[in-house]
Structures are given as C-alpha cells and as structure tokens.
C-alpha cells in the first residue's frame, strides 16, 4: 500500500505538493517545476519519500525522517497529503495506519508531526488515528507569497 518515491512519481508528488488546497499546508512555496526538481530529487536521494496506493493507483504522500543516536526510536512524519480526487473517503485514515504500522515494523516507538494551526481536518484526522496535540510552536512556518507566519500544533503518536 505504501512504497518508497521513484522518479517516475515526479508529476504525482509536484502536483500535490504545487496543488492550491495542499499547498498551503505543507513545506514549500509555489514553484515551477524546474525549480521543485532539485527538491525532488533530494527526497529520493535521502530515501524518506512515499507514495500510498491504492489498487496500485497513487492517491497520496508523505515523508518520514528517522532521527539518529538517542532520537532513533522517534521519526518525524511530514508532507502528508492526499490527492484531493480522493479526499472524505478514508484514504487518510488507512494511510495513517499504514504509516504506524511501518513506523513500528522498522522500531520506531513514537510518530511526530506539525500541523498549522488553520488545517483543522488534518488535526481531526490526526487526533481521530491516535496523535496527541502536545503543544504549539509559535510563528514556526513564515509563508514567503503572505508574507505572513503561522503557529503549528505539535502532535505525536506513542508506539506501544
């Protein structure tokens, strides 16, 4: 259901990231696709980046980033989004079991994340699979196009 981000994912990845209702709850402002391109490639690079499918057809995303040393138990999931064609019918519920479910085979015991303080469903959603709000992280996020930042909620999911 989940695979690691090939090059030939590029079109899927940058129209969701790029995509005005995704956009502007994720990592990177608006861009063209030469200038997503290195970006892109520094995803793979670094083995982080997924696709979720379903019956073999993409329908969203997200990174997970292992921390190192005494932090190794602790991967940071971001960039989780799903293809809006496929928003309200549970693909973001089954692809947050999916990710815990992966977290814990390769021994992680605790998923953070952030989430902007305005993406309301996304912190439903994340509450909804288990994650606790556990502070908020104030002017975390500065959007370049608003000129504007915005605080994040800090959330985690405990591996038992």
């Given at each position: 259901m989940?695979?690691?981000?090939?090059?030939?994912?590029?079109?899927?990845?940058?129209?969701?990231?790029?995509?005005?209702?995704?956009?502007?709850?994720?990592?990177?402002?608006?861009?063209?696709?030469?200038?997503?391109?290195?970006?892109?490639e520094d995803l793979l690079n670094k083995e982080i980046l997924y696709v979720f499918e379903i019956?073999?057809?993409?329908?969203?995303?997200?990174?997970?980033?292992?921390?190192?040393?005494?932090?190794?138990h602790v991967a940071y999931l971001g960039s989780f989004a799903i293809h809006p064609n496929y928003i309200g019918n549970g693909f973001g519920t089954k692809m947050l079991k999916v990710i815990i479910a992966f977290a814990k085979d390769i021994g992680i015991k605790r998923l953070e994340l952030s989430a902007g303080v305005r993406n309301e469903k996304a912190i439903l959603l994340y509450e909804k699979c288990g994650f606790e709000k556990e502070g908020v992280l104030r002017n975390l996020t500065y959007f370049e196009s608003e000129k504007m930042f915005i605080d994040e909620v800090m959330m985690s999911y405990i591996i038992e």
């Open positions: 989940y695979r690691k981000a090939t090059e030939n994912d590029f079109e899927f990845i940058y129209a969701l990231f790029m995509h005005p209702t995704i956009n502007p709850h994720l990592l990177y402002e608006n861009m063209s696709e030469q200038d997503f391109k290195p970006i892109f019956e073999e057809k993409p329908v969203g995303m997200f990174k997970l980033i292992r921390h190192t040393y005494r932090s190794a």
